[in-house]
């Protein structure tokens, strides 16, 4: 799913409104905000399939960084393995043009070397940046990690896998 750009005023939240879906904006293919929810008509900003990221203004170097993985559990999973990169985009506005993806990091869990990962049903995502815990000129961020069941698989087994294997299902940070 293409990520796009939707505002809503903050003085909607702050009005007692409980629908606040009157006062949505959409940010159209011409940089120009529509009325409504409509992302059939919207401005697709970076085109991954990235289901979850984080993004941030970082004052220090007058840009917005995005920072996300994306497990990317295809057809063959898990006979093919899912994604171990972590990228990274900025833009100088909110609106872009943001730039091409960065590798910025490898998941130790899913990188390919000499040692398989611990089980060919692991995937890894729901990167984030985590500014409130970095020091000057570094990025801390953390990362997920769970068991997928590929096409055919019987998802009872996987949780049972999973039940046995709880270490699996935790944050990762690092800085």
């Known amino acids: 799913f293409p990520r796009i750009l939707v505002r809503l005023p903050l003085a909607r939240l702050s009005d007692g409104t409980r629908d606040l879906e009157a006062s949505l904006e959409t940010l159209d293919p011409d940089g120009v905000w529509q009325p409504g ?7 697709v900003l ?12 970082h004052a220090e170097l007058v840009r917005w960084i995005a920072l996300y993985n994306y497990p990317d559990v295809g057809e063959d999973f898990p006979h093919a393995p899912t994604s171990d990169a972590l990228y990274m985009r900025s833009a100088e506005r909110l ?3 943001w730039s091409a993806p960065d ?18 049903n ?3 995502y729901a990167a984030k940046e985590h500014p409130d815990f970095s020091l000057p000129g570094s ?11 590929g096409r055919g698989e019987d998802p009872y087994r996987i949780l049972g896998w999973l039940a046995q294997r ?10």
């Open 95 to 97: 609106e872009g043009p």
């Open 139 to 149: 990025l801390t961020f953390t990362y997920v990690c769970n068991l997928f069941t």
């Open 103 to 120: 590798l910025v990091f490898r998941v130790p869990e899913l990188a390919p070397g000499p040692v398989p990962p611990p089980d060919p």
């Open 122 to 124: 692991l995937g890894c």
């Open 166 to 175: 709880m270490e699996t299902r935790r944050a990762r940070a690092l800085a």
């Open 37 to 43: 929810f409509a992302p059939d008509r919207a401005r």
């Open 46 to 57: 970076m085109d991954d399939n990235a289901t979850e990221m984080s993004v941030r203004h």
